[in-house]
Structures are given as C-alpha cells and as structure tokens.
C-alpha cells in the first residue's frame, strides 16, 4: 500500500535523508531504526505527506502522497510530535471528539483509555498530564481514529516497561485487524517483538 | 563558589551608567515618536466631546473599569516584576522580601505615575480655555494621585489580597466623582474636597509594603517565566503561541459531558466557553459594551467613540474564538479528528458569529442602531479570522530595511501582526463615524464579506 523510492531529503548541501526506500504491505509492521540524525522522522515526514522529498517518491496505494489530500488524510494516522489537543477539553472529550467527527458510532471512550491503561485519566485535562501521560494519551488518539496505516515517530519515548508492552500488543492488534504500521524506534525489544521487518538508516 | 556569588553580585548591581543613557535615550525616543503624536491626536479628538456634558457616573464608568482592569492585570503580571534568576537567586534568598523586591515595585509605581500625568496633560490640553491655575493644580494632584491608587490595585491583583483589591476597586470607581469635579473646577475655582482622593492614596500607599511582602516568590517566578516566554513569542511575532502561555488553565466542568445535537466542534467551543467562565464572560461585556457606544459613535463629534466600539468588538471576537485560533494554530499537525480543515474552519466560526451578532445587535438596538451592531460583528468575525489563518511570521521579515531615518523591519512586523485589527479598526470605524445607519450597515456587511475572502485566502495557503 506505501511505497517509498529512493527518496531524500536536502536542504542546500546538507543531507537530512540520504535515498532510502520503504515498501510496506497491509497487515505489516515496519520498523524503522538508526542512530540520531540518521533520518528516520524525515522519513516519516515524507511518507506522510507533510514534507517534499528533494528526490525520488512517495507513493499511497500508487498515488504520491500529500498531506492536502483528503484521501492521505483519511488513511494515514500520524503521531509525530505531539497531535493537536484543546486545552479546555478532557481526555474523554477528545476521544468523544474523535469518534464523533470520524462517525464511530459503535466505538468506546473506556476501550481507547483501556488500551493505554489510562482510564483513570477520563476527566483529566491535558495541561494534568505527565509527559509520560501525555505520551499515552497521543498513541491513544492517534489509534483511536480510523486509518490504514499508522505512522509513530519514537512512541516509546517516556514510556516505562509495562506501558511499552501495551504499546506493542496495540501495534499487534492493528496489524491484526489488517492495519500497517511504520515505526521509528530505538527500543529493541519494542522492535523484536512487534515489527516483522526492520529497516536500518 | 565564585561563579554564583559573581551571578548574585551582577544580579543586585544598579545599571551602570552607559546603561542609564541608553534607557533615557530609547525613554526619550519612544516619548518624542509615540507619545507626543499619540497625546496630540488624543487632544484633537478629545476637544470636541470635552464641549459636551461628561457627568461623573460616565467618569466613575471609566475609572471602575481602570479598577477592575489594573487588578486584574496583576494576576497576569504584576507591577513587582522580577526575572526568574533574579527570583531564584536573590528572592529566594535569606534577605528581606520587601527589601529585595521594593525597586521594582517603585520601578512601577514610576511608570504608572507617568502615565497619569500624561493623561492629565492631555485632557487639560482639550480644552478650549485655559483653566484656573489653582484648580489646574488641584486636577494635577488628583489625577495623580488617581494613578497611585491604580498602581496600588495593580499590587494588590498580584498579592491576591481579595479584600484589598476589591477594596481598592471600589475606590478606583469612587474616585470618579472627585475626578469629574476636579475638571469642572478648571472653569471656575478649585472644589477642595476632591483632595480627599491624594488622602486615601497616601493611605493605600502605605498598604503597600504590606503586599509586597504578601507576593510568593514562587508565583513570581511563574509569572517571571510566563513573560519570559511570552516575550520570546512576541519578538517571533507569534501571537497565537503568546496568547496561549497567558491563558489561564481551565479547571471547571471536567465531569460535565453534556449531550446535545449540534456539529462535533460547535457543540466543543460551547463547552469551552462554558468551562472558561471568565473568558465567556468577559468576550459577551465587551461585545455588549461594543454594542452600546454604537449610537453615540454615530452622532460623536469625534471618530474616538467609534474607533473604541471596533476595538472592543475585535476584543470581544478574540475572547469567544478560542476553538478558532487554537485550531488554526495547530493546522500544521498530523489530523487527529475526521473533519476537513475547511469544516473545521467553518465550525469553529460558528459560536463566536452567533454570540457576537446577538450580543452586540441586542446592545445597539438599545439605542436603536441593531443593523450596525449586526455589520460590525460580522466584520470583527471575519478580521479575527483572517489574523487567526495569517500563520507564523515569514522569517524575510526579519531582515533588516535600512533607511535614512532607522532601520524599519520592525514596523513592518508590527504591521504585519496587527494587520487584522488595523483593518477592522480603519474600516469599521470610518464607516460607523461617516455613513447614516442603514448605509453603513451595507458597507460594514460588505467589508466583512470582503475581509472574509482575505481570511479565505490566507487559510488556504
């Protein structure tokens, strides 16, 4: 479903992604690893739409991939930074949000916190959170929305073991359910244990 | 050791001399380019209405709301206002609290005292006549001593002291009378009891040391930092990031889910407004008030009442269109909600056009003039959102324009972030002071419809 070929990434003559290509199917996980610097949110950005490679292409289902697209909108779930969160709601309301404006009705506030272990978090406001918790709180939104891929920039970045193991059973039950997910990563067992193939940058 | 007792020592220095120069020069600069201009035009337009009757509760009106603003303010950032390592270093350190923070609360105290005599000067300048030497000076003393007792509830926001600010409110309003009786006297002879204001000045000035050492050093720290980072925003030009450190966190109705038909993001703006009373409240006053001094901005002698109805009309559209300006903030970042960027453009204007049409349309037709109350809230809904959309500052804005009177990148920039409000400012003003009503009704619709096209075409860049 993405094909990424040969893409880079310059800005004058620094080099922010040497070519790299990425082929990833449904029911994948992808995980992308290499030391800091070595490009892999670049790789992300450019996957996702959000940034031009300088060369080569990025290709959705045969299409170049563009974040003004509706259809790149529609499929792909990003969690590259922090996603944009209101300040004045909870962390309910922005899962009721999510379902409401994606039109899921049959879906479930408690499921999305459960899948984190955060339902304790419900009438917590974002500006309440750790950062830990701000951290379980994006990968809860960001599976929460319907997608065909899901795209994660470090997702287990503040996160202690046991919530790195619920992060690993969510990407397995996405790439369960026929959902493909790219990852940059630098945790080892998260990459052993979730990922099907690893990419090196 | 050395390294902290140098920082310590270069903490509590005074400015050195060149130091002092330098803060003269730009002080003069800044009074010769801004103030004398602005004081100037103030003059002008003052002129005319000061040949009209002002009755003391109009002045009591003016001083209340400098009250109730001044106190405010301090909660936000007060007169006594340190820099964090200042804070860390010295503040938190075994010397005494209102030694350590008395120069900046004078510091403040100076400003404030400088601006109300630049006030006085001006509204004694609008007159046609010159006044009574004597009741001349008396006004002086007033006026005065009015900004010493607004720098003291300035404190008192700060301190939280509720009693003392709700006190020192009250007298800020009260003190409208002997204010207006004071300028009358400038005709005739001078009324002396208006010297009772000076008396409770000294008095609540010696309130003041009370507060000072009341202020916790950590709220001043916060507060240290919070304009630390809202300066760095405001030199970036990044308003949305700067109005977003100042916010006040939301804390109310987290329980409260509530349930009714309405699109997803109109029924979410309603529910922040709700959870932000304060902010609801104060957007709904002012567009009510914008409403109000729509009729006498119509038959003013002087466009100043008209300029002030826009004003507080953009305002008002800042406060209710919080959704707006945070999601036109954040539009750069991957999508989280099923909605395209234009729905949710067009939800998030939902709430504060309705709240802005009824609330200034009701207040206007007060005085019978509800079509311009409905023109202008459409044209501050459209300039708001074309500031929210305008995005973050090009960065070749930043480079310097050299010419032969300065370097002028900064007005550019200045332009550039108030472009919205300068726009709604010179067009709704000119069309409430210069057109009969129905005329000007049109032309504000049509401004609005126009100015909506600019937002339109900001947002889809």
């Given at each position: 479903m993405l094909t990424a070929i040969e893409v880079t990434a310059r800005i004058d003559d620094q080099v922010l992604l040497p070519p790299a290509s990425l082929e990833v199917a449904e029911g994948e996980c992808v995980a992308i690893t290499g030391p800091n610097g070595s490009g892999k949110t670049t790789l992300l950005r450019i996957i996702t739409g959000r940034l031009a490679p300088t060369e080569g292409e990025a290709l959705l289902d045969g299409e170049p991939v563009d974040e003004r697209s509706a259809a790149t909108r529609a499929s792909i779930a990003a969690l590259l930074g922090v996603p944009a969160m209101y300040p004045d709601l909870t962390i309910g309301d922005h899962l009721e949000l999510v379902h409401a404006t994606w039109q899921?009705?049959?879906?479930?506030v408690d499921a999305d916190l459960d899948r984190f272990s955060?339902?304790?978090?419900?009438?917590?406001?974002?500006?309440?959170?750790?950062s830990g918790q701000q951290q379980l709180f994006s990968l809860a939104l960001t599976f929460a929305r319907p997608a065909r891929l899901i795209v994660l920039d470090e997702?287990?970045?503040?996160?202690d073991a046991h919530r790195t193991g619920l992060l690993a059973e969510a990407v397995e039950a996405a790439v369960a359910e026929g959902q493909a997910v790219v990852m940059a990563c630098h945790d080892h067992g998260l990459v052993e244990r979730a990922a099907q193939r690893r990419v090196e940058l | 050791m050395r390294a902290p007792d140098r920082l310590l020592r270069e903490l509590r220095e005074r400015p050195s001399t060149s130091d002092r120069a330098t803060d003269i020069y730009i002080a003069v600069l800044a009074v010769l380019v801004f103030v004398v201009p602005l004081a100037r035009w103030a003059t002008l337009q003052l002129a005319p209405a000061m040949a009209r009757d002002v009755g003391p509760v109009h002045v009591a009106i003016v001083t209340a709301a400098l009250g109730v603003a001044a106190v405010g303010a301090g909660r936000t950032r007060g007169p006594v206002a340190p820099t964090a390592p200042y804070v860390d270093w010295v503040v938190s350190g075994p010397d005494d609290l209102a030694r350590v923070l008395r120069p900046f609360w004078w510091r403040s105290l100076g400003g404030v005292t400088a601006v109300a005599v630049v006030a006085g000067l001006v509204v004694v300048a609008s007159r046609d006549t010159w006044p009574d030497p004597l009741a001349a000076v008396v006004l002086a003393v007033v006026v005065l001593a009015f900004g010493l007792l607004l720098a003291v509830a300035w404190l008192a926001g700060q301190s939280r002291l509720r009693l003392s600010a709700l006190a020192l409110a009250l007298l800020s309003a009260a003190a409208g009378w002997p204010l207006h009786d004071a300028w009358a006297g400038l005709?005739?002879?001078?009324?002396?009891?208006?010297?009772v204001v000076p008396v409770v000045a000294v008095v609540a000035m010696l309130s003041a040391r009370r507060m000072v050492v009341a202020l916790l050093p950590s709220r001043l720290r916060t507060q240290a930092l919070r304009w630390s980072q809202v300066e760095s925003f405001a030199i970036t030009a990044d308003l949305a990031s700067a109005a977003d450190v100042l916010r006040g966190r939301t804390r109310r109705g987290r329980g409260w889910r509530p349930t009714f038909g309405a699109p997803a993001l109109v029924r979410r703006d309603l529910i922040g407004l709700l959870r932000s009373p304060g902010r609801a409240a104060a957007g709904i006053a002012l567009a009510g008030l914008s409403g109000l001094l729509l009729s006498p901005a119509q038959d003013a002698p002087t466009p100043i009442i008209a300029i002030a109805a826009v004003a507080l009309s953009y305002a008002a559209a800042c406060y209710l269109s919080d959704g707006l300006r945070f999601s036109a903030a954040n539009r750069?970042?991957?999508?989280?909600?099923?909605?395209?960027p234009a729905r949710t453009a067009l939800q998030h204007l939902v709430v504060p056009t309705v709240l802005l049409v009824v609330v200034i349309s009701a207040a206007a037709a007060v005085g019978g003039v509800a079509a311009s109350g409905c023109g202008l809230a459409l044209l501050a809904v459209a300039c708001r959102a074309a500031s929210a959309f305008?995005?973050?500052?090009?960065?070749?804005?930043?480079?310097p324009i050299v010419t032969p009177v300065g370097e002028m990148s900064s007005l550019r920039v200045l332009f550039w972030v108030a472009d919205a409000f300068l726009v709604c400012v010179l067009v709704g003003a000119t069309i409430l002071f210069q057109t009969d009503l129905w005329t000007g009704a049109g032309l504000l619709l049509l401004a609005a419809v126009l100015v909506g096209f600019w937002a339109r075409s900001r947002w889809a860049r």
């Open positions: 899921l009705e049959a879906a479930d955060i339902a304790a978090l419900r009438d917590r406001f974002v500006h309440e959170l750790s997702p287990e970045q503040r996160l | 005709g005739t002879q001078p009324r002396w009891w208006v010297m750069s970042r991957p999508p989280v909600f099923g909605l395209t305008k995005g973050l500052l090009p960065i070749e804005y930043l480079t």
